[in-house]
């Protein structure tokens, strides 16, 4: 069993720039690739981001290009989003994902964890 517990979210004028941490606990991520998620106000989850298993490689949706990215310390058994350029659009909350099934592929809707999520919300 692996518990994910998200951390990071806050309040931010638009522009600015907030870190999320995803802490794992329970069993290494460092064989799962692990998922960035965002569930905005009155909206279905969506992906944003997503990095495999030995870090080399990672996916973003197109609307974060650029601005987001997505990093992992095995070490520390903790992946991170840094969100540059925030906008009100990026309001949501932000969850966390690991997928061991499937560590080495390019994207899967098949995550085997979640996290409780942390709320990012961007001021206009």
């Known amino acids: 069993q692996v518990q994910l517990v998200e951390s990071g979210g806050g309040l931010v004028q638009a522009g600015g720039s907030l870190r999320l941490s995803c802490a794992a606990s329970g069993r290494t991520i460092s064989t799962a690739a692990m998922g960035w998620f965002r569930q905005g106000p009155g909206k279905e989850r969506e992906f944003a981001a997503r990095?495999?298993?030995?870090?080399?490689?990672?996916y973003y949706t197109d609307s974060v290009k650029g601005r987001f990215t997505i990093s992992r310390d095995n070490a520390k058994n903790t992946v991170y989003l840094q969100m540059n350029s925030l906008k009100p659009e990026d309001t949501a909350v932000y969850y966390c994902?690991?997928?061991?099934?499937?560590?080495?592929?390019?994207?899967?809707?098949?995550?085997?964890?979640w996290g409780q999520g942390t709320q990012v919300t961007v001021s206009s």
């Open positions: 990095i495999i298993a030995s870090g080399r490689n990672t």
């Open positions: 994902a690991a997928d061991f099934r499937t560590p080495y592929s390019p994207q899967t809707s098949d995550y085997n964890y």
